[in-house]
């Protein structure tokens, strides 16, 4: 069975830092990414995406992310943090594509990350 | 649109008592899916739905039971609610085919039994 890591559970930036999640999964064949952020008190929004092509992938604001293959990894990355993406951050993925899998998501246990001003 | 609705909010039940989750989506998904989240556990998948009738178990089923008899509703059952169900309940849905199409979640149902 597929299995999602996020090595970090609780991040603490100041403002401006730069940031960096990781997320490591267990299935080596083709596979569909994603990071989804949960504000305070609110339901998960996607953050962004991968599923082919360019492994660089950029989501809303200003959140990117790298697939890299050979590391079964897709860490999460923001150049300068501000105090409003103080959130839970999810790591998810699907796969593999076969006999009904790809119809589920497996979440990472996320990681809560704390800005302060 | 509305997107994903869930009702109620918020609810408390005490040992034994039975209660029905209630998901609702207007964007046409033919999937949806009921999930926990529970502190550092993040989100566990009870059940889904691949279309109208039709449904599966997903990670941590027992306890739970789910119908589909509209594509735009799906509803979770507790039949006998436990201390252990106590959690956040989210419902998300999605556009079948391609398995890159993200689920969209609804604002969640936070259950507390006791």
């Known amino acids: 069975a597929q299995s999602v890591s996020q090595h970090n559970h609780h991040v603490i930036l100041s403002e401006a830092a730069s940031l960096e999640l990781g997320c490591n999964y267990s299935?080596?064949?083709?596979?569909?990414l994603f990071w989804y952020v949960q504000y305070p008190g609110q339901h998960l929004q996607l953050l962004l995406k991968?599923?082919?092509?360019?492994?660089l992938v950029k989501g809303i604001k200003g959140f990117e992310a790298e697939f890299i293959k050979s590391k079964f990894s897709f860490n999460l990355r923001k150049p300068s943090v501000q105090w409003s993406d103080t959130a839970e951050y999810f790591c998810?993925?699907?796969?593999?594509?076969?006999?009904?899998?790809?119809?589920?998501?497996?979440f990472g246990k996320g990681t809560l990350l704390t800005v302060n001003p | 649109n509305a997107g994903v609705t869930q009702t109620p909010k918020f609810r408390v039940l005490k040992t034994g008592q039975s209660m029905t989750l209630l998901c609702a989506q207007d964007?046409?998904?033919?999937?949806m899916y009921w999930y926990r989240q529970d502190p550092g556990m993040g989100l566990r998948l009870i059940h889904y739905?691949?279309?109208?009738?039709?449904?599966a178990k997903g990670e941590v089923p027992d306890g739970y039971n789910v119908s589909r008899l509209k594509k735009q509703n799906f509803l979770l059952g507790l039949e006998s609610a436990a201390p252990s169900q106590t959690s956040v309940y989210f419902c998300?849905?999605?556009?079948?085919?391609?398995?890159?199409?993200?689920?969209?979640f609804g604002p969640g149902t936070r259950l507390t039994v006791l």
């Open positions: 739905s691949v279309g109208e009738g039709t449904t």
């Open positions: 964007m046409n998904h033919e999937y």
């Open positions: 998300a849905s999605r556009l079948g085919g391609a398995a890159y199409n993200e689920q969209f």
């Open positions: 998810a993925v699907n796969g593999p594509n076969s006999g009904g899998s790809n119809y589920k998501l497996t």
């Open positions: 991968y599923f082919s092509g360019d492994p």
């Open positions: 299935y080596g064949g083709t596979v569909n």
